[in-house]
């Protein structure tokens, strides 16, 4: 069974930084593309940045470039995040998301994790 | 990459069919069939219900299906069910590695 376990979301000041971090289990992780999405509380889905199967590929949505950088790790099966110069608007749940069914999908987000709930305030 | 955009709300009693339309532009729904369908339910994760326009992931009920005309992609729930009651999102592809949700569809059923 495929799990995605996030972590390391929290309360930042504006301007701060914060790493998520997500765990998966129970498919070939190095075999997907992986991504992040976030989610305003109360508003809806928003894609954030994707990377490929080695890490040699990232992209980007234009409100973080610059300040998030997504990396994996295929021996430790995780999933990075780093946001620095965080915003009140970055304010959200974040979810590690897996692309499929078919490892090659690009364009489906099959599995989710529970999501990680980062607040920007002062 | 503004957001495609849907009705802010559906609803249908049991055993009815609902729905749900999703209209973006000639950048995303109308040039590619990679677009996918979220259900949501209060506090939780999203589930894929529908991906490429028309395909089911393994598990999701044949009740849930898609469809694509022009710039304007549809799920319709046949059937509906007391736990079909949730938020759905839309997502399409709009090339360059860019992607592009829907604004969002509460399902009440009555």
Known sequence: EVHLVESGGGLVQPGGSLRLSCVASGFSYSSYWMTWVRQAPGKGLEYMANINRDGSEKNYVDSVKGRFTISRDNAKNSLYLQMNTLRVEDTA?????????SQTTKTAYEYWGQGSLVTVSS | ???????????????QSVTISCTGTSSDVGTYNFVSWYQQHPGKAPKLMIYEVTKRPSGVPDRFSGSKSGNTASLTVSGLQAEDEADYYC????????????????????
């Not at chain 1, 749940?93 to 069914?101: D, H, I, K, L, N």
């Not at chain 2, 503004?2 to 009693?13: D, E, H, K, R």
């Not at chain 2, 592009?100 to 399902?107: A, D, I, M, N, S």
């Open chain 2, 91 to 110: 997502c399409s592809y709009a090339g360059s590695q860019n992607y592009v949700f829907g604004t969002g569809t509460k399902v009440t059923v009555l």
């Open chain 2, 1 to 15: 990459q503004s957001a495609l955009t849907q009705p802010p709300s559906a609803s249908g009693s049991p055993g």
């Open chain 1, 93 to 101: 749940v974040y979810y590690c998301v897996r692309y499929g069914p």
